[in-house]
């Protein structure tokens, strides 16, 4: 199993970024995904989750309103479309697949794979 995150950088406040997972290794069609981000100094904090076929999403309220999730199940690849971006942004923002366990998609405990990380930094 692998997960591959790109597209991270740094933009202005304001700006925006997509950030893509590639995932192998498995059936990414059969799991729930999630994007997770750990700022500097602090602990991982749930972004935002996906259905397996992508038509329902969640967001923490943090960023909802300004990110989107979205998947392409034939290309294998997770999407975290972030617009209107603001400092407290900046993070280490990670893919994860959703494992067995309950139906909530917010326990990070239950995300089984993931990837390495792509940096998001927001700054003037």
């Known amino acids: 199993v692998q997960l591959v995150e790109s597209g991270g950088g740094m933009v202005q406040p304001g700006g925006s970024l997509t950030l893509s997972c590639v995932v192998s290794?498995?059936?990414?069609?059969?799991?729930?995904m999630s994007w997770v981000r750990q700022p500097p100094g602090k602990g991982p904090e749930w972004v935002s989750a996906i259905s397996t076929e992508g038509g329902t999403t969640y967001y923490a309220n943090s960023v909802k309103g300004r990110f989107t999730i979205s998947r392409d199940n034939a290309k294998n690849t997770l999407y975290l479309q972030m617009n209107s971006l603001k400092p407290e942004d900046t993070a280490l923002y990670y893919c994860?697949?959703?494992?067995?366990?309950?139906?909530?998609?917010?326990?990070?405990?239950?995300?089984?794979?993931w990837g390495q990380g792509t940096q998001v930094t927001v700054s003037s």
């Open positions: 290794g498995f059936t990414f069609s059969t799991y729930p």
């Open positions: 994860a697949r959703k494992g067995a366990g309950s139906s909530r998609l917010d326990r990070l405990y239950e995300y089984d794979y």
